[in-house]
């Protein structure tokens, strides 16, 4: 059973960064698939950024540029770093891992069925 825990989410001005982390336990066999999505209010979830279980990486056009999704295998946790940060970036930041395996960043992140979820962590872009 896989247990994501998110943090990092606060308060931050427009243009300003924040990191997301995401720490993964009760699984370390083989490689699987993780996405950051993300819910603001009255819309729609959306994914945000994905590591496929490849190795590979993709970013939603919405933020590309502006985030960067990575990995620390040696310490089991996700990464979002959120550069120049806008206030339509407001939402519930959510981690969810996938363990399907030949998965590309690309075919995960047009999922919306993921395998496991963790509870979220909340990012507020003020302008």
């Known amino acids: 059973q896989i247990q994501l825990m998110e943090s990092g989410g606060e308060p931050v001005q427009a243009g300003g960064s924040l990191r997301l982390s995401c720490v993964v336990s009760g699984y370390t066999y083989g490689s699987y698939s993780m996405v950051w999505f993300r819910q603001a209010p009255g819309k729609d979830r959306e994914g945000v950024a994905a590591?496929?279980?490849?190795?590979?990486?993709s970013v939603a056009d919405s933020v590309k540029g502006r985030f960067t999704i990575s990995k620390d295998n040696a310490k089991n946790t996700l990464y979002l770093e959120m550069n120049s940060l806008k206030p339509e970036d407001t939402a519930m930041y959510y981690c969810?891992?996938?363990?399907?395996?030949?998965?590309?960043?690309?075919?995960?992140?047009?999922?919306?069925?993921?395998?496991?979820w963790g509870k979220g962590t909340l990012v507020t872009i003020s302008s």
């Open positions: 969810a891992a996938d363990l399907a395996l030949g998965m590309s960043a690309v075919q995960v992140l047009a999922q919306e069925v993921m395998d496991y």
């Open positions: 590591i496929g279980s490849d190795g590979s990486t």
